[in-house]
T-cell receptor, first 117, second 111 residues
């Protein structure tokens, strides 16, 4: 089955530093990947849609200069949280569709737990 | 943005009982999907139902969709302790490309 690998699974960083999270599709190509954020015991909030070879599409209220997304290849998208602050602490999850059909499910990475101290 | 609302927010049952979770949404959709999340992990796809379908089965799972009421239900039959997890419905709006998730139902199955 389709596998999405996300790394790291957890990271602790100091306030003001930047953190990069990688999302890889291991056995399929993903022209589009989706980045979600999840607060404890809450739902997933879509942050942005990452498009291979072009700029990401950000949801309203998500700062594009704060959350940098790069989708340089068909199997890799990265999310960089720049100048992290404690309020950025959250669970970040990426996902991708195995096929271009909208009637195919999303495959999720295992998420990255970010703690900013 | 959030589209779905699950009901109930939390559900506790005994092994062997059935669990029913409901989801309501607001806009016209292409399809509706149900996902499961174990604590601190990513989501696992359970079942997808298209807007022109009314019911779908997969093993112990049964999903219904009522587009006139903009609602869906997930039934897990003969529940097991291993079914303990959070369950989310997600909709693909007609005009969108990304899934929009509901708030989820936390299911606890005790043995």
């Amino acid at each position: 089955g389709a596998v999405v690998s996300q790394h790291p699974s957890w990271v602790i960083c100091k306030s003001g530093t930047s953190v990069k999270i990688e999302c890889r599709s291991l056995d399929f190509q993903a022209t589009t990947m989706f980045w979600y954020r999840q607060f404890p015991k809450q739902s997933l909030m879509l942050m942005a849609t990452s498009n291979e070879g072009s700029k990401a599409t950000y949801e309203q209220g998500v700062e594009k200069d704060k959350f940098l997304i790069n989708h340089a290849s068909l199997t890799l998208s990265t999310l960089t949280v720049t100048s992290a602050h404690p309020e950025d602490s959250s669970f970040y999850i990426c996902s991708a569709r195995e096929s271009a059909s909208y009637n195919s499910p999303l495959h999720f990475g295992n998420g990255t737990r970010l703690t900013v101290t | 943005s959030q589209q779905g609302e699950e009901d109930p927010q939390a559900l506790s049952i005994q092994e062997g009982e059935n669990a029913t979770m409901n989801c309501s949404y607001k806009t016209s959709i292409n399809n509706l999907q149900w996902y499961r999340q174990n604590s601190g992990r990513g989501l696992v796809h359970l079942i997808l139902i298209r807007s022109n379908e009314r019911e779908k089965h997969s093993g112990r799972l049964r999903v219904t969709l009522d587009t006139s009421k903009k609602s869906s239900s997930l039934l897990i039959t003969a529940s097991r302790a291993a079914d303990t997890a959070s369950y989310f419905c997600a909709t693909l709006p007609n005009a969108g490309t990304a899934l929009i998730f509901g708030k989820g139902t936390t299911l606890s199955v005790s043995s």
